[in-house]
């Protein structure tokens, strides 16, 4: 049986990626935050990502690891740097090799972005360019990382059933458009572990037409 580490847990991803895992029958660690609620069908470990030993008793033992970590309204938190920086150091420490981490299609170089897309990532750089800087720092940790990683940059997610009609790839086109399901991100995940096909590369992953 696959066992998948799960940080961000939750979130409405974490959750998604929670229920898809055990609806194949897999077992789901956890780790959340004190102020946080897991959900359920998930062992959760309560802590913070400065207690290095708490962020690796969540990896220890696992087959792989989702990053799915990210800011929430009103965005006075930038952690999402730090916190991967702590999960690839326990990942290293306990020997877990396969990670992935969903960013966004926003965030970093994406030469495949329309040009109204690029121009909303501008606008957020702007708008909140202190979440902008830890988000490209997330990447750059993982990029220098030795470990067997997966960026996973999705553009507009929404609550929708899962359709089962999923484009992915590295140099994908990526529109005001765009989108994709949290259970069709969700099962694409899963679907990685299961069967690697972009290990250390930055994929777009969104809903085909």
């Known amino acids: 049986m696959t066992t998948v580490a799960i940080f961000g847990v939750s979130g409405r991803t974490g959750y998604a990626l929670t229920a898809a895992a055990r609806g194949r029958g897999w077992t789901v660690r956890s780790f959340c935050r004190i102020s946080s609620v897991a959900p359920n069908g998930a062992a959760v470990i309560h802590g913070a990502f400065c207690d290095p030993e708490r962020v690796r008793a969540v990896v220890e033992g696992a087959d792989a690891v989702c ?26 420490a306990v020997g877990c090799r396969r990670l992935l981490c969903v960013t966004g299609a926003t965030t970093g170089a994406v030469p495949s972005r329309s040009r ?26 993982i990029a220098a990382s030795p470990l067997d990683w997966t960026i996973v940059k999705p553009p507009r997610l929404t609550d929708a059933s899962p359709s089962g009609r999923v484009a992915v790839g590295p140099a994908l086109p990526v529109g005001l458009g765009s989108s ?6 969700a099962n694409f995940l899963l679907d990685e572990i299961a069967e690697p096909r972009f290990v250390r590369q930055r994929v777009i992953v969104q809903r085909r037409s």
Request: hydrophobic residues 50%.
């Open 116 to 141: 109204p897309f690029a121009w909303l990532g501008a606008w957020f750089r702007w708008r909140r360019p202190a979440i902008a800087r830890d988000r490209e720092a997330q990447e750059a940790a």
């Open 180 to 185: 994709i399901s949290r259970a069709d991100l």
């Open 67 to 92: 990053c799915v970590v990210g800011p929430r309204a009103p965005y006075g938190e930038v952690f999402c740097a730090d916190a991967t920086r702590a999960i690839l150091a326990a990942m290293e």
